[in-house]
């Protein structure tokens, strides 16, 4: 059965960073890409990162370019998110999700996705 599994969120201050990851089961990353998204308290949701099933081929909404970084480790079948210089606007409740490579080569529309973790939360405060 496909499976995401999203861990590494918390508390954190302003400024600090914060690495999630997103474990797969039941399917190779290499035959998907995997998209990180968040959805903010006031239910805003957007779609944070992509990271192709090359593992080379990333994009990032302009919100934190620069300061996430998507990555991947295939042995581990695991994707992370790294999340440098956080703002309290980052606080969201962010998943990934999954979208197989014959359907699309975007994985930062909601709709394009397939599979979806659970989601953790990520608070930025002080």
């Known amino acids: 059965q496909l499976q995401l599994v999203e861990s590494g969120g918390g508390l954190v201050q302003p400024g600090g960073s914060l690495r999630l990851s997103c474990a797969a089961s039941?399917?190779?990353?290499?035959?998907?890409?995997i998209g990180w998204f968040r959805q903010t308290p006031g239910g805003e949701f957007e779609g944070v990162s992509c990271i192709r099933s090359s593992g080379t081929s990333t994009d990032y909404a302009d919100s934190v370019k620069g300061r996430f970084t998507s990555s991947r480790d295939i042995a581990a079948n695991t994707v992370y998110l790294q999340m440098d210089s956080l703002k309290p606007e980052d606080t969201a409740v962010y998943y990934c999700a999954a979208v197989h490579i014959t359907i699309t080569t975007m994985c930062r529309k909601y709709h394009d996705m397939q599979y979806w973790g659970k989601g953790t939360l990520v608070t930025v405060s002080s």
């Open positions: 039941g399917f190779s990353l290499d035959y998907y890409h």
